[in-house]
Nanobody, 126 residues
Framework: QVQLVESGGGLVQAGGSLRLSCSASGRTFSNYAMGWFRQAPGKEREFVAAISSSGGITYYADSVKGRFTISRDNAKNTVYLQMNSLKPEDTAVYYC???????????????????WGQGTQVTVSS
């Protein structure tokens, strides 16, 4: 069992930055592939970014590529999402997710993940 807790959300103006954190507890964090997803009101949850268990491989949705950076610190059991040049369309609840996977893979499908955090709200004003 893995427990995930997101933090760092808030209200920011367009063009601004936020850094989301997702702290994990319960199991060996370095054995888990991690991902960030988001869900805007009235829309399906969508993939944002993913990182392999070691951190050596990352992958991004086209909509955030070049603006967002996913990273992890396995010593701190934490995965981060640095969000720059934020746009109003980035407004959503952001969720982190975990999947036990020792291989060097990134998981882009939400149904591949076993564990989810409760989400943190990001609101970007125009």
């Amino acid at each position: 069992q893995v427990q995930l807790v997101e933090s760092g959300g808030g209200l920011v103006q367009a063009g601004g930055s936020l850094r989301l954190s997702c702290s994990a507890s319960g199991r060996t964090f370095s054995n888990y592939a991690m991902g960030w997803f988001r869900q805007a009101p009235g829309k399906e949850r969508e993939f944002v970014a993913a990182i392999s268990s070691s951190g050596g491989i990352t992958y991004y949705a086209d909509s955030v590529k070049g603006r967002f950076t996913i990273s992890r610190d396995n010593a701190k059991n934490t995965v981060y999402l640095q969000m720059n040049s934020l746009k109003p369309e980035d407004t959503a609840v952001y969720y982190c997710a975990a999947k036990l996977h020792l291989g060097q893979v990134v998981l882009k499908n939400q149904y591949q993940y076993n564990y989810w955090g409760q989400g943190t709200q990001v609101t970007v004003s125009s």
